[in-house]
């Protein structure tokens, strides 16, 4: 049997027992030796202490064993960047201690409460922690601890925060839709929510509507259109950010049911001889159709509606503006005017399944003229080359007049000689002039 006693050095100290009377072990010593094994904790005071053992039979003891037992200090943390970091960004965190105590303790970095993930050699009074940050890290704590015998020592704690963007953005449309897009009846009331999923720190929302107006707020951010009208139709946007990036941009469709209303006038259609066109503006969702009435000859008519005149052929069809759903241009088209009877004021009607709207026009008519009135290409050379030679003729005489009574007075007989010549040139000329209009008459 053995037994162990300690006592602290130093003034009105007293050794006392440890332990109790323990067996001793001699299975991993050679024959005819023994061991008093002993576990203790370390004292919580620094000193010197000194132990000694007991083996019985015989009150033996064995020379004494003088330990220095001096209290580590609480450790002391340091990161660099503080405060949040961006994801997959590397955070490098310094552990220090003026005093690792002695028997000397160990440095440990622990990510949670328990999970050691660096540890220092004994006696090394500092430990660097450097840690590559992701999303999974974001409020994690990471604390450094002094490991000293079975005691321990940690220091304050440092709260990881780490700064990403927001994943996705999502808009809804409320009253919900089986499928998008969403459609509801004019003067609804309309809801619309935009939010984000995931992101640090939270995401501020941008909601734009089809007038490219901007709302933003925190998320979930929602709008409300107490009465919807044709003119919200249209696709809507949803956006999240936070300053570390944009998440996946949401749209939403919004259809508004409404009857048909006319944006523009429609001109009216002067018809001479060929398929002559207009076209309108119209507000309306669904696409609106067009049907045609004759009303009569005169704007100021009061009769009822009738058929179209035989003599006329009239088409009309809207088509949607490309990416707005509830404007359209419509267009009428007239041919085969066959008679004046055609002319007058018509009604053209727009429907679709909400309403119906009107609107009144004009076609005018005017008979085309007939190819044998028009003069022929054969005509219109002869009467050229005719008052070609006309005009050369007069020229001439002019000429001619001027040279006589110039020279009158010195030789009239002379004068008079040339005067006949230059009358008969112009006889000549003007007799080749009519037979060359002649002959390309005849060709």
């Known amino acids: 049997m053995c037994q162990w006693f300690g006592k602290k050095e130093g003034p009105n100290t007293q050794e006392a027992p440890l332990t109790s009377l323990i067996a001793m072990t001699s299975s991993t010593l050679p024959t005819g030796s ?53 994801e997959n960004n590397t955070v490098t965190c310094t552990c220090t201690t003026d005093n690792v105590g002695q028997p000397a303790g160990r440095l440990r970095w622990l990510r949670g409460s328990s999970d050691i ?44 925060s780490v700064g990403y963007p927001p ?46 107006t901007q709302r933003s707020g925190p998320s979930p951010l929602t709008f409300d259109l107490p009465a919807a009208r044709c003119e919200h139709s249209g696709v809507y946007t949803c956006t999240g ?109 727009v429907s679709n399944t909400q309403g119906m709207t009107n609107a009144m026009f004009e076609v005018k008519y005017r008979a085309p003229v007939p190819p044998s009135e028009e003069p022929s290409s054969g005509n219109a050379a002869v009467i050229g080359g005719v008052v070609g030679a006309v005009v050369v003729a007069v020229i001439i005489a002019a000429v001619v007049f001027v040279v006589w009574k110039r020279r009158k007075g010195s030789d009239k007989e002379h004068s008079r000689s040339t005067a006949v010549r230059s009358w008969c040139s112009l006889s000549e000329l003007f007799t080749h002039e009519m037979s060359t209009v002649t002959e390309r008459k005849l060709s």
């Open 34 to 86: 023994a061991s008093c094994p002993v576990r203790q904790s370390l004292s919580d005071h620094d000193g010197r202490y000194t132990y000694r053992v007991m083996f019985l039979p015989g009150r033996q003891f064995f020379p004494a064993e003088t330990v220095s037992i001096s209290r580590p200090s609480t450790p002391t943390i340091t990161c660099t960047p503080s405060g949040r970091v961006t």
């Open 167 to 212: 994943s996705t953005s999502e808009l809804t449309i409320s009253p919900s839709s089986p499928s998008r897009p969403v459609t509801v009846s004019e003067n609804s009331t309309v809801s619309f929510t935009c939010k984000a999923t995931g992101g640090n720190p939270p995401s501020t929302m941008t909601l734009s509507d089809v007038t490219s």
């Open 117 to 160: 993930i660096a540890s220092s050699a004994p006696g090394g009074n500092k430990l660097e922690l450097r840690q590559t940050l992701n999303r999974s890290d974001d409020g994690v704590q990471f604390r450094c601890r002094l490991d000293w015998s079975d005691k321990s020592e940690t220091s304050t704690v440092y709260n990881a």
């Open 241 to 349: 950010s936070n300053g570390y990036g944009q998440a996946v941009i949401d749209t939403a469709s919004l259809h508004v049911l409404c009857s048909p209303r006319s944006a523009s006038p429609i001109t009216a259609l002067n018809f001479i001889d060929k398929k002559v066109g207009t076209s309108f503006s119209v507000t309306a969702y669904p696409l609106s159709t067009l049907t045609f009435s004759y009303l009569g000859r005169s704007k100021n008519t009061t009769s009822s509606l009738k058929n179209l005149p035989d003599s006329i052929t009239m088409d009309g069809s809207c088509e949607a503006t490309s990416g707005i759903v509830h404007q359209s241009t419509c267009t009428i088209t007239v041919y085969n005017v066959t008679s004046d009877e055609a002319a007058g004021i018509y009604q053209v009607n």
